[in-house]
């Protein structure tokens, strides 16, 4: 259990983000928990947190959701980085406007947050971070070329601030979910996993909490893959 730990949770109205808050609630975290639609701070209520109505994409709307955590409880001991859905469109047809725009979804969206809690973590000697990348960063799908390029560029993010804070006992890690059942379902989709169903969010969550716990003590810069098998380390 992590009674007293405070989580906060990006994007987190619906589908992963909505089920991670709900699974580290039930684990015991206090949550904090954003959203551009209003269900993440209904959410937010519903499990005894607090929640902020706005983007990810705005400086501002990020810093509103911890300064209201930290009124509220004076610590963040985890963050949980969710995402919306950026433009896609043949590779060549995808303009600088929208690759502009994929960052801010995929990458940018991320970093915000980041950036505001880590210094806290810091002061309060250490926290845990995780954020939904996507099983295509490293073998990228025309279907998701935006998503493919940007996470990429997460993963090596990841990489530089788990290098950076890891003495500092603050860790970074990305999960890389597959064909999850928050999104449409196909019989091409599903076939093409080597254990023949769509993944859960609940088990995306799942994964969230172990490497949010202090279970995953010594995990840190990893991008663990949880997809049915599509894609297999050599």
Avoid: C
């Avoid at 950026?86 to 801010?104: M, N, Q, T, V, Y």
């Amino acid at each position: 259990m992590s009674e007293g730990k405070v989580a906060l949770i990006t994007a987190g109205g619906s589908g992963m983000g909505a089920a991670a808050a709900r699974r580290l609630a039930a684990d015991g975290y206090r949550v904090a928990v954003l959203s551009s639609s209003g269900k993440g701070e209904a959410l937010a209520k519903e499990l005894g947190g607090v929640g902020v109505t706005g983007s990810n994409q705005s400086n501002d709307d990020v810093k509103r959701l911890v300064d209201l955590a930290i009124e509220r409880w004076d610590r963040i001991d985890a963050l949980v980085n969710s995402a919306g859905h950026g433009p896609r469109a043949p590779i060549l047809e995808i303009s600088d406007e929208d690759w502009h725009k994929g960052i801010e979804v995929y990458f940018l969206s991320a970093v915000r947050p980041i950036r505001l809690v880590t210094p806290i973590m810091e002061a309060q000697g250490g926290g845990a971070i995780v954020n939904i990348s996507t099983a295509w960063a490293f073998e990228p799908s025309a279907m998701f070329p935006t998503s493919a390029v940007a996470r990429a560029g997460l993963a090596s993010f990841t990489k530089i601030f788990a290098d950076t804070y890891a003495a500092k006992n603050i860790r970074m890690n990305n999960v890389l979910p597959g064909w999850i059942d928050s999104l449409p379902a196909t019989d091409e989709r599903r076939d093409s996993v080597p254990m023949g169903r769509y993944g859960t969010s609940e088990e995306i969550a799942a994964t969230i909490a172990f490497l949010l716990s202090d279970g995953a003590g010594y995990i840190t810069g990893q991008n663990i893959r949880v997809d049915g098998g599509i894609a297999r380390s050599v």
